[in-house]
């Protein structure tokens, strides 16, 4: 693992993480509310997809920086060796939570789901009290003065406008 994981801990951290989260979830959350979905159309289907294009993109983005930089994946059992303080790091601690955010959004806009969204709801709120309560917790045992520092000029999920160089 020198250059950083194998493709197979990234497929297996991909299905079992954001897969989860943006299709199994939501299509169960779907079929448990027998909701008919009302798929969008002009301009809310193309505003969907590049919402979901640019939610992909930054997933894409951060979980690069994670092999490259930080020799691991996104996922608890394989996390990042090193620190990871590039890219859309520099603007907000979790760029990659927040691409799931977003994709999840794209996702209610174009099924017009009121079951997703109600889902995306709860999904945001129980990250927010997981982020703190845990991932950080473990960030900070890791790195930890690193990681107070980065903690304390870079802003958690709201991005600042210039990014941090610290």
């Known amino acids: 693992m020198k250059n950083g994981p194998t493709f197979f801990a990234w497929a297996r951290a991909v299905i079992l993480l954001p897969a989860n989260a943006l299709v199994l979830i939501p299509a169960a959350v ?13 301009a809310r289907l193309c505003a969907g997809v590049l919402l979901f294009a640019a939610g992909f993109a930054l997933a894409v983005w951060t ?6 930089i930080g020799k691991g994946t996104a996922a608890p059992w394989n996390p990042p060796k090193n620190l990871v303080v590039a890219g859309p790091y520099r ?6 939570l927040a691409s799931v955010f977003t994709m999840l959004a794209a ?3 174009v099924t017009g789901s009121r079951a997703v ?5 709860v999904f945001v709120c129980a ?3 997981y982020f703190p309560l ?7 045992r890791r790195f930890g003065a690193e990681y107070a520092r980065y903690k304390a000029h870079v802003p958690r999920l709201v991005p600042r406008l210039r990014p941090w160089r610290g």
């Open 117 to 121: 969204a109600v889902f995306w709801v």
């Open 91 to 96: 603007h907000v601690r979790n760029p990659m």
């Open 127 to 129: 990250n927010m009290l």
């Open 63 to 68: 979980m690069a920086l994670f092999h490259r």
């Open 107 to 109: 996702e209610v806009v």
């Open 134 to 140: 845990v991932e950080e917790r473990e960030l900070s």
């Open 30 to 42: 779907v079929w448990a509310s027998g909701e008919t979905l009302a798929w969008a159309g002009g």
